[in-house]
């Protein structure tokens, strides 16, 4: 049995984690607005009914769903959740190959059966996403898989499996590439706060200051 969610709050946000099945134990993330009682749903990797409650504890209904990529761990219960809140998923164009081989993925990495998203819209670039009282900031990220991003939000972030706390994303499967990880992870800690929360995909959070001498060790040690 996996423990109560965790929820932080950061500014004018709410972050509840809710942490997926074994193996992978994939981190769902669903920050809410306080001030508009917005909710966004970041990587539903499974247990769409978890997920949903968790929305719903919040006296409110989730307005988007965002992917930080597309492999089956993190979009898996996305169908589920639509069913729910009919609402859309968003992900990087250059993801579109990973999210089309979802049953192939699912079927050699999970062993399961998974629906592709109901209502799926790909943006391009790094756009500034636009909600009602705040602002959501893209930054891209390739390495992990092709179009891999990261969400910057006021005083936090989310990066997926492009950087955890002390480690890095696998990048021996199809569209992941060890230099180009490198080059974005050196960006995105560049761009980012000291004080900067990162939320990643799976296991703890850190903050940008925290990350940054571990990546020029890490990075200077062939890490990476």
């Keep these: ?5 965790d929820c932080d ?3 004018d946000f709410s972050i509840t984690t809710v942490v997926n099945t074994p193996p992978w134990y994939e981190n769902c993330y669903v920050v ?33 769903i965002l992917l930080t990529h597309g492999h089956p761990d993190h979009l898996g219960g996305v169908f589920d959740l639509q069913a729910v809140f009919a609402v859309p998923c968003r992900a990087h164009q250059e993801e579109q190959p990973i999210i089309a081989g979802l049953a192939s993925w699912a079927g050699a990495l999970m062993r399961q059966r998974l629906s592709p998203p109901r209502r799926l819209e790909y943006f391009s670039g790094e756009p500034t996403l636009k909600y009602d009282g705040f602002d959501v900031r893209v930054v891209f990220t ?14 936090f972030a989310f990066t997926g499996d492009t950087l955890f706390n002390q480690g890095i994303g696998r990048t021996d499967l ?8 490198t080059a974005s992870i050196g960006r995105l800690l560049e761009t980012l706060a000291p004080s ?20 020029d060790w890490a990075s200077s040690h062939g890490y990476a």
């Design 9 to 11: 709050t950061i500014g």
């Design 142 to 155: 390739p390495g992990h898989t092709s179009g891999g991003v990261c969400y910057l939000f006021d005083g």
């Design 32 to 64: 809410r607005h306080r001030p508009t009682g917005q909710q966004v749903v970041i990587d539903p990797g499974g247990e769409a009914n978890r997920i949903a409650a968790a929305v719903s504890e919040n006296h409110g209904t989730a307005t988007e």
């Design 196 to 215: 900067t929360r990162l939320y990643s995909g799976h296991g703890p959070t850190w903050t940008a200051a925290e990350a940054r001498p571990w990546w």
């Design 1 to 5: 049995m996996l423990s109560k969610n």
């Design 174 to 181: 199809p569209g992941g590439h060890g230099p180009t990880l």
